[in-house]
């Protein structure tokens, strides 16, 4: 019986059917993921964003694999070989790979020379030597022999024969799924530099003599490995249990061989065809199985690592787009220069421009005293309260710089903040920021930028592509379409998650909104222009295109603060509000009292308000979001403090205690930013005390940390970090499985953006700042950014 894709996934997940089947309609029916999960619980038995995503993933996959099910079987019906047991294998087949197993043998293709064999009457031989070995070899074939037909003698009809049996073999889809399941548990990928690669290729050190068994490969060195095999520096191979290929003088068969003969019925009795069915098996293992295992081998290493390349970037990029916001305070931006000046930037408490200008503290000009003078003046104009500082090169000198104006003047009572300069060339040279600062010069776009991101770094960060962010890992060596769903997957979880001001969001913010695409978003705003600030969520009704059905995904996600209707601030969905009608009543209170009011809500039953459409999944929903109406989830903004007198790598010393941030988290550890133009490494052995299987169970990007100071390789800029405070020496890299824990191999990527912290104290990220100014990142991503910056990649480029 073959079981239907409702059932698989519910299965996989856990759930009941008819859960999957409800989330399955809602999806078909042009529902998102946060909408379903926020406000059609009791439709779906409560399923989670998290569950909505994978079963989304699922059902992708799965339909896929139906698509391709029903392709194989016509082509095999069209050839006329389709019969009910043959239907009913395929129609079990539960992957890819298996389909495509059962299907080797009917698929169409270039004529092979079992195929040529097969024309010229050599498979009734194959058939014969198989099925009777006691048949001698030379005395059968020579009846074979037939030079019309191509076969000259015994021994060409023994080589077609022989071809026969070897596309049996490999085409046999039990016996390879069997074989290919057992060199994945048993195999191991092998690695050795080629020969005058040495120096070239000597960020790929790690890996000029090194195995490891296929299944505790993590991704990082998957994906290190075959970056290095593309740079044709070092050779991978992939050896199964036993060496794919022995010695020439030893005659003893592999396992594998073992395994394919038994399946065939072959072994070695003194028959005549034995030895002659043996040598059959051993040229079927070498030149067709296993190499067909192996390609099938490497593709599954490969995506598992992608799979982890893709799931790193996207905690990562969850972690900076809901990092805590300064919220509406005025704030300066500050976009470090050496050479071409200093850019500020001060916006107002909604981020509107209201003051620019540029100055030059540094080499060569040295306007030290003028550029403070500058800097006070439009602090002290515009109200400043925040210093938002970028993070690329100069970032330490211009930190000198506020922190000495602060000295001076203290009675501004300003704080300054170093944020992450990721991905601001890109949103500072895009159409959108044309558009949305045209009277601005592209380098002072991108102070304004800053300043906003420290006021809310979601509603800023939505405004570059993701991957331009750059807090992925080997991000440009995976699959563009798999990460690019991923990501939007997760910047859309995000937004609807934190919840969107209509009044005051940006087109690139109220995209992102549930039901809302960017014609709509464009149209909300050109509305907002020409009309004013909306008043009430009804009102959204009136944007051209906006219809019901858009209204009903994204109304309960746009926030109307201070509009006619107090609900109309908070996450209460408008469908439910005669909800909060009944409890309103049921409380005898005002609407304006009811909200925020922890005593007189926390007193009345949910199931008292439970009806034929709202549960009490959402009703409890209702209430807690009345007791805290448009509750952000993020956490409290603070700040880390870098240690004065630190600037520099030459500062630091072994065993300084020090505050930073964690600007990225990786398969192997994590990089913290403490205020040296250089993460340093805090190594997955070197986190806690205790065993870490995962470093993003201990920490995630943006964190502050305390880290000590274990070792500073000045000539190769490598600073390595504990956050074990007692510690007393760096940690040594070693196998896991002996107790210690492995050394990242090299990056997969290239050069990437360039800078240093996080948003300091908040969520990290990557600068794209170079020494000759900004730069479009280049392949590599941050990781390789992250892993240079840590002197670990050896010259990585």
Known sequence: MTTSIEQRIADELGVREQQVTAAIGLLDDGATV???ARYRKEVTGTLDDAQLRTLEERLRYLRELEERRATVLESIRDQGKLDDALEERIRQADSKARLEDIYLPYKPKRRTKAQIAREAGLEPLADLLLADPGQDPRT???????ADKGVADAAAALEGARAVLVERFTEDAD???TLRERVWQRGRLVAKVREGKETAGAKFADYFDFAEPLTELPSHRILAMFRGEKEEVLSLTLEPEEPADPPAESRAPSGYE????????????GRPADRWL???????????????LDIDLRMRLWQAAEDDGVRVFATNLRDLLLAAPAGTRPTMGLDPGIRTGVKAAVVDGTGKVVATATVYPLAPQHRWDESLDTLGRLAGEHGVELVAIGNGTGSRETDRLVAELMKRRPELGLTRVTVSEAGASVYSASAYASKELPELDVSLRGAVSIARRLQDPLAELVKIDPKSIGVGQYQHDVSEVKLSRSLDAVVEDCVNGVGVDVNTASAPLLTRVSGINSTIAENIVAHRDANGPFGSRKALKEVARLGPKAFEQCAGF???PGGDDPLDASSVHPEAYPVVRRIRERAGV???????????????RPRDFVDDTFGLPTVTDILAELEKPGRDPRPAFTTASFKEGVETLEDLERGMLLEG???NVAAFGAFVDVGVHQDGLVHISAMSKNYVNDPRDVVRSGDIVRVKVLDVDTARKRISLTMRLDDDAAPVGGDRRGGGQREPGPSGGGRGDRGKSGQGGRRGGRSDRGRGGRQEPAPGGAMAEALRRAGLDKGLG
């Open 34 to 36: 946060p909408f379903i």
């Open 140 to 146: 059968a074939a020579a009846a074979y022999v037939d």
């Open 175 to 177: 016996l390879v799924g």
């Open 258 to 269: 073992t395994a394919i003969a038994e399946h065939f019925g072959i072994a070695d009795r």
């Open 278 to 292: 043996l040598d059959t098996v051993r040229w079927a293992w070498r030149t067709r199985v296993f190499v067909r």
């Open 558 to 560: 746009l926030r109307i």
């Open 590 to 604: 005002a609407i304006g009292t009811l909200i925020g009011n922890g005593e007189v809500l926390r007193a009345l």
């Open 661 to 663: 941030t964690v600007t």
